[in-house]
């Protein structure tokens, strides 16, 4: 069967590639020798990020939480967007990014290929929640085929990327557990299924309501909440057939390079005024408050020893992914 899958090395140059072409420039952190702003700030914060939907909204997500920063930094914060999350890691190996907004397993990825990266702040779906989010297993509302996991033996799977956590390792570990693969490598997943890798969450619900998929893989809160208030997507498109257990949420990673006092400071700005509430009192968004691109009311510190569950998936799935560096 055939797959899409790209290695790490490719892609990561495509994503440097993405990177230089965003208008990044030279290294902005002080750690570079440039300058820095009365707040101690570099004068250029460079954060990386892919896009879960699209360009549009990725850009129109962070728009709230970059003019906050830049008011409370004093610094020009610069969105360098990579079509994938390894253009992101290799942006921060390179020193081309300095904050990134990471998945749970492109976070581990990072730090599995030596990315010199401190968590600083996990993203929470509401004011006073736990940090974590959910992946669902889709088919079309009316395939009565399709009832579990174990149905999607054999079909085309949407994935969103191989490096996704809730797209694709988590996933893979459902299907490991249904019997339908028997590891997470590009081999293995192969062997079960018909892999079509879609590039963004969004994109994998919308194959799959399409019939370009038969089933697939996306982000709960994509097919709950984003596509369905988007007008992309009815009630009874989609059938859910399998949920994952909780993953550790989405995270802010400071480069390492911009030195602790300022991946501290960072932190603070983020977990205390990187949210709904403060944005729009403050006058940094209206009515809806998107952060990130995800449907998010702001943020909670956040450890390394938080993504250990990813970690031990990682090692139960053997993914490809998992295995390079």
Same mark, same amino acid.
């Given at each position: ?23 990044? #420039? ?110 669902? #297993?889709?088919?079309?509302?009316d395939n ?22 809730s797209g ?23 062997? #079960? ?64 390079a911009l ?67």
């Amino acid at each position: 069967m055939k797959t899409t899958r790209t290695t790490l090395a490719a892609v990561a140059l495509a994503g440097a590639a993405a990177l230089t072409l965003s208008g990044c #420039g030279s290294l902005g952190s002080a750690s570079a020798g440039g300058g820095t702003t009365d707040q101690g700030f570099p004068e250029v914060l460079r954060l990386g990020a892919i896009p879960a939907e699209n360009s549009t909204n990725l850009a129109e997500g962070y728009e709230p939480i970059i003019a906050m920063l830049e008011e409370e930094t004093g610094a020009k914060v610069e969105v360098s967007q990579a079509s994938d999350y390894a253009g992101v890691i290799e942006g921060l190996i390179a020193d081309k990014v300095d904050l990134a907004f990471l998945g749970s397993f492109g976070y581990v990825l990072a730090t599995h290929n030596d990315a010199a990266v401190t968590p600083l702040a996990a993203v929470i779906a509401e004011k006073g929640a736990e940090p974590g989010y959910f992946s669902l #297993g889709i088919t079309q509302g009316d395939n009565d085929d399709v009832d579990g996991l174990e149905d999607f033996a054999g079909r085309s799977v949407c994935f969103v990327d191989p490096g996704s956590t809730s797209g694709f390792l988590y996933p893979t570990a459902g299907l490991i557990d249904a019997g339908v693969i028997s590891s997470g490598t590009e081999k293995d997943v192969a062997a #079960g299924v018909e892999p079509v890798y879609a590039g963004g969450h969004d994109a994998s619900a919308l194959a799959v309501a399409s019939g370009d998929c038969e089933v697939g893989f996306a982000m709960q809160s994509m097919v709950e909440d984003t596509l369905p208030a988007a007008g992309d997507l009815a009630e009874g498109d989609l059938k859910q057939v399998w949920k994952s257990e909780t993953i550790s949420g989405s995270l802010f990673v400071g480069n390492d390079a911009l030195g602790t006092e300022v991946n501290e400071k960072l932190t603070t700005l983020l977990t205390e005024k990187a949210n709904a509430d403060y944005l729009r009192e403050n006058g940094f968004c209206d009515g809806d408050c998107l952060l990130t691109d995800e449907d998010a009311w702001g943020f909670v510190p956040a450890e390394d020893a938080d993504y250990d569950g990813t970690r031990e998936v990682c090692t139960i799935t053997k993914s490809d992914k998992c295995e390079e560096g």
